[in-house]
Nanobody
Framework: QVQLVESGGGLVQAGGSLRLSCRAS????????MGWYRQAPGKERELVAM???????NYADSVKGRFTISGDNAKNTVNLQMNSLKPEDTGIYFC???????????WGEGTLVTVSS
């Protein structure tokens, strides 16, 4: 079982920055990718950004150029630097880890990001 612990959410004004961090508990099984999804009120959960252990990244179009994802394979951590935040970035941000051997994602409990206008 993989446990994910997020930190770094909060309240920020539009145009500001936040940094989210997530750490996965130690596991003997290789984590193949980590990243972030978000869910706004009344909306479905959506991809924000993912990074593989090889360093390949994938971003939602809405955050390209503003958000940067980075990871540390040795520490099983992933960070999301969010700049130029907009009110529409508001939501609960969930850390996720993909383990190909198990064919599933593991999820953190989420951290709230609120961007005021």
């Amino acid at each position: 079982q993989v446990q994910l612990v997020e930190s770094g959410g909060g309240l920020v004004q539009a145009g500001g920055s936040l940094r989210l961090s997530c750490r996965a508990s130690q596991t003997s099984t290789t984590i193949n990718a980590m990243g972030w999804y978000r869910q706004a009120p009344g909306k479905e959960r959506e991809l924000v950004a993912m990074i593989t252990t090889a360093g390949a990244t994938n971003y939602a179009d809405s955050v390209k150029g503003r958000f940067t994802i980075s990871g540390d394979n040795a520490k099983n951590t992933v960070n999301l630097q969010m700049n130029s935040l907009k009110p529409e970035d508001t939501g609960i941000y969930f850390c996720t880890a993909w383990i190909a051997m198990y064919g599933r994602n593991y999820w953190g409990e989420g951290t709230l990001v609120t961007v005021s206008s």
